[in-house]
């Protein structure tokens, strides 16, 4: 058999050569390009069907989660839970034994969070009362049960009185039944007491004297050239006929006023000046109790200096009262003096 030409031969392979190449950049792309397009898609929609899953599974956890909070409103309704928050304050305030007739409560409602979502209700309340019931009426409706919020809380003293005027606002939600029943069992919420652990918390803001006048700190006593030998002991005796009767400051000096029952006359003495043994270094107008009564309180007094102990005499007792202060009752410019 005779052999093809070399031309032949050479055109053949040519050939074989160039469909090779169609077929691999024209023919095979054209058939798997479309399956990896179709593959690809189907990968994202597979991912975009997790991701809406995943939100559908978080908004049915969220739903839940507000149908139970739904049992902790007041009502389902806006008229209705408005109403009974407004019995609610009523009933909080005559636990507390306040004067009903001494507040106010005014509906009004508070700005929306979330658009078409729980819809905010609230009452503006303003009322008078002493600073420890007031301070429990704050408590309990703080730690109420229901949803709620206190907030823009300010008190004011009443000139000519020991009351003060209170002022808060008292706000809540009203979920309803647009998000489902709450399904599963809801143990009832404990109720707040007056008195309680929780509620001792609160004493420290009774005891403070909140609403007394700014008093500017006087200045440090003059320091001696030679500290004078004093007894560190209380008066002779007789002390029981001097007696403090003023504390006061005026224009950044303050005084001492000592009123001696035998001579029937009042003496002023000022910072420095020796008094009952000692020295006076300040005084001091922080609420206090007083040692011989200590369930009143009493509202300044005259702090000593005697040898290296400090000694104080509450305004409206004698001489013979005269006791000595307790580290923890020292004021702190005294300690920072000591330090």
């Known amino acids: 058999m005779?052999?093809?030409?070399?031309?032949?031969?050479?055109?053949?392979?040519?050939?074989?050569?160039?469909?090779?190449?169609?077929?691999?950049?024209?023919?095979?792309?054209?058939?798997?390009?479309?399956?990896?397009?179709?593959?690809?898609?189907?990968a994202n929609r597979k991912k975009q069907i997790n991701t809406l899953n995943k939100l559908?599974?978080?908004?049915?956890?969220?739903?839940?989660?507000l149908a139970k909070?739904?049992?902790?409103?007041?009502?389902?309704s806006s008229a209705e839970a408005i109403a009974k928050m407004g019995e609610?304050?009523?009933?909080?305030?005559?636990?507390?034994?306040?004067?009903?007739?001494?507040?106010?409560?005014?509906?009004?409602?508070?700005?929306?969070?979330?658009?078409?979502?729980?819809?905010p209700i609230g009452y503006t309340v303003s009322g008078i009362g002493s600073v420890k019931k007031i301070t429990d009426l704050l408590f309990l409706l703080q730690n109420d049960p229901h949803i709620q919020r206190v907030e823009n809380i300010s008190l004011s003293p009443i000139s000519g009185s020991t009351n003060v005027r209170v002022n808060f606002q008292f706000i809540s939600l009203v979920i309803g039944t647009k998000y489902g029943k709450f399904k599963g069992t809801n143990s009832p919420p404990i109720k707040p007491k007056i008195k309680s652990e929780a509620r001792d918390l609160y004493t420290g803001i009774t005891k403070r004297a909140l609403f007394l006048p700014y008093e500017k700190?006087?200045?440090?006593?003059?320091?001696?050239?030679?500290?004078p030998i004093v007894s560190n002991t209380p008066p002779p005796p007789g002390p029981e006929s001097y007696k403090v009767v003023s504390l006061s400051q005026w224009k950044g000096k303050q005084e001492v006023m000592v009123y001696n029952s035998n001579k029937n006359e009042t003496k002023s003495y000022k910072l420095g000046d020796t008094l009952a043994g000692g020295i006076i270094?300040?005084?001091?107008?922080?609420?206090?109790?007083?040692?011989?009564?200590?369930?009143?309180?009493?509202?300044?007094?005259?702090?000593?200096?005697?040898?290296?102990?400090?000694?104080?005499i509450e305004r409206g007792n004698t001489m013979a009262d005269i006791y000595q202060l307790k580290p923890e009752q020292l004021p702190e410019k005294l300690i920072k003096n000591q330090l």
Not at 56 to 65: E, I, V, W
Not at 70 to 76: I, R
Not at 217 to 227: A, C, I, N, Q
Request: hydrophobic letters at 35%.
């Open 56 to 65: 559908k599974r978080t908004a049915d956890q969220h739903s839940k989660r």
């Open 217 to 227: 700190r006087p200045p440090l006593p003059p320091t001696p050239s030679k500290k």
């Open 88 to 119: 609610h304050i009523t009933q909080v305030i005559k636990q507390c034994k306040l004067n009903e007739t001494e507040f106010s409560r005014r509906p009004f409602e508070p700005r929306a969070i979330v658009k078409n979502g729980p819809k």
């Open 2 to 42: 005779a052999k093809p030409p070399l031309k032949t031969l050479l055109l053949s392979i040519i050939g074989l050569i160039a469909i090779t190449v169609v077929i691999k950049n024209a023919i095979i792309p054209s058939i798997i390009d479309p399956v990896k397009k179709l593959e690809q898609a189907s």
């Open 281 to 312: 270094v300040m005084i001091d107008y922080r609420q206090m109790p007083f040692p011989k009564k200590p369930e009143l309180f009493s509202q300044s007094r005259v702090i000593i200096s005697i040898e290296t102990d400090y000694w104080a």
């Open 69 to 76: 909070l739904s049992t902790l409103g007041f009502a389902n």
